[in-house]
């Protein structure tokens, strides 16, 4: 797509707008309610579906196919990202209404993170074709991992803080207690950081990580950098809401890691099978609509296979439970 600067300039500006309407919507602390999480959920599914549909109208089907393609596996990879808030939130003992602002917080440095990935990887694409082959091999090496990280229960682990965080909180010291929203207190004549900066600091450092694995991912399926960003925006707005709305369901989607496993290893075989048609090897190139349904398909059946399995082994306990 050739997308002006006026219409980037206007596409941003727009974002941000709805960025601060979703700051303003949750600035007082309050638990979410179920309702209001899935009305607001479904106020940004349409809002991408829109955007969409503009697509379509505007610059046919192949921009359109690519933008759904890449919100979808960006929703996925943000719906498994989810298990390891829920792990944050755990370890810090986040209260109920104080977890939107830092889930707000967490999406906004997301947002930041991404358009850097984004310009980066669009800059080194344009002048290094062979980073293609890295990219797919990264993503295939991605997709082993989260097998591996499935089969021993990677989820139910406990969150644990890496170097970087450690040593910030060695360097300024943590109250001991949460102030409201507040980010630094005055303690004992010292200025030391608050559980609730701790959180948001864990959030934004796991967005980094969360980004390596998202952008090669989104740029085997497009490498308009304008489709790869508003994707990427879409998928990440709203996962505030998400996060509330299928909070309870998350640990029943036991098989959505080898789902997003596999779908992130069909994009890495596409990615390495691009790179060698633009080295001029002669083979064939996986189109969008077959990698919009192949994904759609791949969730479908991993959506239905975990809450089977649930299903199962909640009977399971039930029936075994009286007996002990």
């Known amino acids: 797509m050739n997308v002006s600067l006026s219409v980037w300039l206007l596409t941003v500006a727009a974002l941000c707008v709805l960025v601060g309407a979703d700051f303003f919507i949750g600035r007082k602390p309050h638990d979410v309610s179920i309702r209001e999480a ?121 969150y644990e803080e890496n170097k970087l965080l450690k040593s910030i909180e060695r360097r300024f010291g943590v109250a001991d207690r949460y102030h409201g929203t507040k980010l630094w207190i005055e303690e004992n004549g010292k200025r030391v950081m608050t559980p609730m900066l701790v959180v948001m600091l864990a959030i934004g450092s796991t967005d980094v990580l969360f980004a390596l694995d998202s952008i090669p991912a989104i740029y085997g399926l497009t490498q308009d950098p304008y489709i790869v960003f508003t994707a990427n925006a879409f998928a990440l707005m709203g996962l505030r809401q998400l996060y509330f709305l299928i909070g309870g369901l998350l640990k029943r989607l036991v098989h959505l890691s080898y789902g997003l496993s596999v779908i992130l290893g069909f994009i890495g075989v596409k990615l390495i099978l691009h790179a060698l048609h633009e080295s001029g090897f002669h083979v064939p190139e996986i189109g969008i609509p077959f990698s919009l349904g192949f994904i759609v398909i791949v969730l479908a059946v991993t959506t239905a296979t975990s809450l089977w399995a649930a299903r199962r082994q909640g009977q399971g306990q039930g029936q075994g439970g009286p007996g002990v």
């Not at 921009?63 to 996925?76: D, L, M, Q, V, W």
């Not at 943000?78 to 944050?88: A, R």
Request: hydrophobic content about 60%; some cysteine; charged content about 10%.
């Open 38 to 158: 899935g009305i607001w959920t479904a106020v940004w599914v349409v809002l991408a579906c829109l955007f969409g549909v503009g697509l379509l109208v505007v610059a046919g089907g192949g921009p359109a196919g690519e933008f759904f393609a890449g919100y979808i596996t960006e929703k996925s990879l943000s719906v498994d990202n989810l298990f390891v808030f829920v792990l944050i939130m755990a370890k810090f003992a986040v209260p109920s209404q104080y977890q939107q602002r830092v889930l707000m917080v967490g999406v906004v440095v997301a947002l930041v993170l991404r358009a850097a990935f984004i310009a980066a990887g669009a800059a080194i694409i344009s002048a290094f074709s062979w980073v293609f082959y890295i990219f797919g091999a990264f993503l295939i090496w991605t997709a082993w991992k989260l097998i591996q990280d499935a089969r021993k229960g990677g989820h139910d682990e406990e």
